[in-house]
């Protein structure tokens, strides 16, 4: 399977606790993607990079969030001390950006990582 | 700043007929609309996009400036057409991230 994979599928932990997920591209996808989604709604932007650039974050991405494409290969998602709000599907996604207009191919979706805060 | 608004939660139909789901969004420059698709315990995947014009699995999706609409149609519901359905709106064909609507819940009745 060549598709996006995401690491682990699910993680329970206690509030205040750092979690970190991981991420594999499509493997000559140059762009990565996180999105979170809650119960009832649909997928919310959080970063991107280009390769190793992280180039956009939402506001949504808190100062407890971090996230790492140190090869541009694969990422890490990082909350450190979690709350309960954090409960989410975290979705990573890939795509392919090319020519010098930058076209960007539609985004391949992971399956998610599923975070339940105790 | 852009907004998808998908105004049905659930839709309900019979197998065999028409069915239609709505989008609308808010942008001022020139989006590029995608239809995602989420089966039962699968992974959300591309239906169609409105640059492409095609018809994908039956389904069709017309973009319509005026209206700022991109409703999602097929002429004959499947039971297997039975799945969560997401509009998504991205920053013309060099943007970056994508706005998703709440998305709407098909459900194809025998």
């Known amino acids: 399977d060549t598709g996006v994979s995401q690491d682990p599928r699910h993680k329970i932990t206690k509030r205040g606790q750092n979690v970190t997920f991981r991420c594999d591209p499509i493997s000559e996808h140059n762009r990565l993607y996180w999105y979170r989604q809650t119960l009832g709604q649909g997928p919310e932007f959080l970063t991107y990079f280009q390769n190793e650039a992280q180039l956009e974050k939402s506001r949504l991405l808190s100062d407890r969030f971090s996230a790492e494409r140190p090869k541009g290969s694969f990422s890490t998602l990082e909350i450190q001390r979690t709350e309960q709000g954090d409960s989410a599907m975290y979705l990573c996604?890939?795509?392919?950006?090319?020519?010098?207009?930058?076209?960007?191919?539609?985004?391949?979706f992971g399956d998610g990582t599923r975070l339940s805060i105790l | 700043a852009q907004r998808v608004t998908q105004p049905e939660k659930l839709l309900s139909v019979f197998k065999g007929a028409p069915v239609e789901l709505k989008c609308n969004y808010s942008y001022s420059g020139s989006p590029e609309l995608f239809w995602y698709v989420q089966y039962s315990r699968q992974r959300l995947q591309l239906l169609l996009r409105h640059i492409s014009r095609e018809s994908i699995k039956g389904f069709t999706a017309d973009l319509n400036k005026g209206e700022t609409s991109f409703h999602l149609k097929k002429p004959f519901a499947q039971e297997e057409d039975s799945a969560m359905y997401y509009c998504?709106?991205?920053?013309?064909?060099?943007?970056?991230?994508?706005?998703f609507g709440e998305g709407t819940q098909l459900t194809v009745n025998p």
């Open positions: 998504a709106l991205r920053q013309g064909t060099s943007g970056s991230r994508l706005t």
């Open positions: 996604a890939s795509s392919l950006s090319v020519g010098r207009g930058q076209y960007n191919q539609p985004q391949h």
